[in-house]
């Protein structure tokens, strides 16, 4: 039997840039589902400095995948309850002030319209053990035709090696929350 598609295939199989980043956390994936869209990154000062320069950052606010939704230049997609997590964003999101479209799950599924352009981006926890969660994100980038990726292209070559650094602080403040105060212990009270 093989394992399922993951959410990310389903809603964007076909796409011109990827960016993958993982990381291994101390405990149950429960714990990590339980603090994966309320652990703060925005602490980080790189990330603070990074989202600041695209207008998410104008204060220090608590920085979240739950506030980035909120915010609405996100959306989420579809979830797998303690598995997966699936955000999406639609526009021409190169421009100094990104051109964003209004996007829903079905929506997300149908033909792009010229010029625009498709943003997934996932979290997925599976399991190792009774304590050990690996948690990995994936962004993926579809664009309708050749001028969106002409378009689009030039901004991921400079915005690139920024974006995977927020992912990585993302797992790492998602890792912390985890591993830290507040897990439940499955061992027996002694």
Not at 111 to 124: H, S
Not at 137 to 153: H, I, L, Q, S
Not at 158 to 179: D, F, H, K, T
Request: charged share 30%; hydrophobic share 40%; glycine share 8%.
């Amino acid at each position: 039997m093989s394992a399922p598609r993951s959410l990310i295939d389903e809603y964007l199989p076909e796409f011109d840039v990827v960016e993958r980043h993982a990381t291994l956390v101390r405990a149950a994936p429960a714990r990590v589902w339980s603090v994966l869209r309320t652990a703060d990154f925005g602490r980080s000062v790189l990330v603070a400095v990074l989202l600041g320069a695209r207008g998410l950052g104008r204060r220090r606010v608590t920085l979240t995948l739950g506030t980035m939704l909120a915010a609405g230049r996100f959306v989420q997609l579809d979830e797998r309850p303690g598995r997966e997590l699936l955000i999406g964003l639609e526009g021409r999101f190169w421009r100094p002030r990104p051109d964003l479209r209004t996007t829903d799950a079905r929506r997300f599924r149908e033909p792009l319209d010229p010029g625009l352009a498709r943003a997934a981006w996932d979290f997925r926890l599976e399991p190792l053990g009774e304590d050990t969660t690996r948690l990995s994100t994936e962004t993926r980038v579809c664009c309708a035709d050749a001028a969106a990726r002409r378009r689009f292209r030039p901004y991921w070559l400079l915005v690139r090696p920024g974006s995977g650094l927020i992912r990585r602080a993302m797992l790492g403040a998602i890792r912390r929350a985890a591993e830290g105060p507040g897990e439940t212990s499955n061992k027996a009270p002694t």
